[in-house]
């Protein structure tokens, strides 16, 4: 511990929990749950195994001492969870920043309720516009009007900045790249664009795949008249970029091409209670075990403190043959 809270090994502290609520998704995206290893067939996680409300709420207060200041709501789809509003309205009471990322279908029926609970911030995962390109990222049916319909929907209960993440692979929505800033520009949502990572051990991963973030800036400066803004935080994981004319702003996330470990300050926790200290952990701690167990408040606070004083990793930055080798939780266990 220092003054401002805990830090790991390297020095990095703890100011951003995203917690996944589910496991479960509407959507089959091939770079998170691919149909195959995510079909009918495939055992999710029994409901009875979730963090319950008030489990989450216990967890996030005894990270507060810590130096905590954000939680981001995760999955699989957290809209899937039912009452998500009682959630948001437990964190907002505790003081911490509280946002959501989701695939939005469900999003305009719940966008009201979850601004008047407390609800700070919408991220929404959007990879195409184009209706075809769209259905097959998603493998879905559900067609990319519900989506755009949930983004409006959280612009006007005022969730904003709503930001929307793209995930570009090449040669499957590279097209999808200009028209997302067109769409967008001027509407006040800023579009982010993250390089195709190897989270997991299911989406068939190449390097060849990944299209880098400067790639995609210099083929959208052809366009656009762009200039960077600096970060506000060392620990931003987006670059950003602005509209010279003050129409909107992008943002790249590159986690291959420029990895950020050294200034990760995030934290996620499955929808089982695992504390795991980065997206490409190979296991977590059982948090859950611990509060059954009958450890609260500040006994909490120490047994997570303990954990994170102990994190070294930093995955994207020694990614090599190796270490690619090794197993990875998925994304849709932890969120992203």
Request: glycine residues 8%.
């Given at each position: 511990m220092n003054d401002t809270g805990v830090v790991d090994i390297l020095g990095r502290p703890l100011r951003d929990l995203r917690i996944s609520v589910t496991d479960r998704c509407n959507f089959r995206c091939r770079y998170c749950m691919p149909r195959e290893r995510f079909g009918e067939d495939h055992t999710f996680l029994p409901r009875r195994a979730y963090l319950s409300f008030e489990e989450i709420e216990k967890v996030v207060q005894a990270c507060k001492p810590l130096g905590l200041e954000k939680v981001r709501i995760t999955g699989g789809e957290p809209l899937l969870?039912?009452?998500?509003h009682d959630l948001v309205s437990r964190l907002n009471r505790?003081?911490?920043e509280t946002a959501l990322t989701t695939n939005a279908s469900l999003l305009s029926r719940q966008a009201d309720r979850l601004a008047a609970a407390g609800?700070?911030?919408?991220?929404v995962s959007l990879d195409a516009l184009d209706p075809k390109v769209h259905a097959q990222m998603t493998d879905s049916n559900i067609p990319v009007e519900t989506v755009l319909e949930g983004i409006e929907a959280a612009v006007q209960a005022d969730l904003s900045p709503v930001k929307i993440n793209c995930v570009v692979q090449k040669g499957v929505n590279e097209d999808e790249i200009a028209?997302?800033?067109?769409?967008?520009?001027?509407?006040?949502?800023?579009?982010?664009?993250?390089?195709y990572m190897d989270v997991g051990r299911t989406n068939g991963w190449q390097l060849g795949q990944v299209v880098p973030s400067a790639d995609i800036l210099n083929y959208l400066q052809k366009e656009f008249d762009l200039i960077p803004v600096d970060s506000q935080s060392p620990s931003d994981v987006a670059r950003r970029w602005t509209h010279t004319d003050g129409s909107g702003e992008i943002g790249f996330i590159s986690s291959v091409s420029e990895p950020f470990c050294g200034d990760c300050v995030r934290a996620r926790i499955s929808a089982?209670?695992?504390?795991?200290?980065?997206?490409?952990?190979?296991g977590g701690h059982d948090l859950r075990a611990i509060i059954h167990n009958g450890v609260n408040g500040q006994a909490l606070t120490d047994a997570i403190s303990a954990i994170w004083s102990r994190r070294d990793d930093r995955y994207s930055e020694i990614r090599s043959q190796e270490t690619s080798a090794l197993p990875r939780v998925e994304m849709s266990y932890i969120g992203g």
């Amino acid at each position: 511990m220092n003054d401002t809270g805990v830090v790991d090994i390297l020095g990095r502290p703890l100011r951003d929990l995203r917690i996944s609520v589910t496991d479960r998704c509407n959507f089959r995206c091939r770079y998170c749950m691919p149909r195959e290893r995510f079909g009918e067939d495939h055992t999710f996680l029994p409901r009875r195994a979730y963090l319950s409300f008030e489990e989450i709420e216990k967890v996030v207060q005894a990270c507060k001492p810590l130096g905590l200041e954000k939680v981001r709501i995760t999955g699989g789809e957290p809209l899937l969870r039912p009452d998500l509003h009682d959630l948001v309205s437990r964190l907002n009471r505790i003081g911490v920043e509280t946002a959501l990322t989701t695939n939005a279908s469900l999003l305009s029926r719940q966008a009201d309720r979850l601004a008047a609970a407390g609800l700070d911030r919408v991220t929404v995962s959007l990879d195409a516009l184009d209706p075809k390109v769209h259905a097959q990222m998603t493998d879905s049916n559900i067609p990319v009007e519900t989506v755009l319909e949930g983004i409006e929907a959280a612009v006007q209960a005022d969730l904003s900045p709503v930001k929307i993440n793209c995930v570009v692979q090449k040669g499957v929505n590279e097209d999808e790249i200009a028209p997302l800033v067109r769409r967008f520009r001027g509407t006040g949502v800023t579009v982010r664009f993250i390089e195709y990572m190897d989270v997991g051990r299911t989406n068939g991963w190449q390097l060849g795949q990944v299209v880098p973030s400067a790639d995609i800036l210099n083929y959208l400066q052809k366009e656009f008249d762009l200039i960077p803004v600096d970060s506000q935080s060392p620990s931003d994981v987006a670059r950003r970029w602005t509209h010279t004319d003050g129409s909107g702003e992008i943002g790249f996330i590159s986690s291959v091409s420029e990895p950020f470990c050294g200034d990760c300050v995030r934290a996620r926790i499955s929808a089982d209670g695992r504390l795991h200290t980065c997206l490409f952990a190979s296991g977590g701690h059982d948090l859950r075990a611990i509060i059954h167990n009958g450890v609260n408040g500040q006994a909490l606070t120490d047994a997570i403190s303990a954990i994170w004083s102990r994190r070294d990793d930093r995955y994207s930055e020694i990614r090599s043959q190796e270490t690619s080798a090794l197993p990875r939780v998925e994304m849709s266990y932890i969120g992203g």
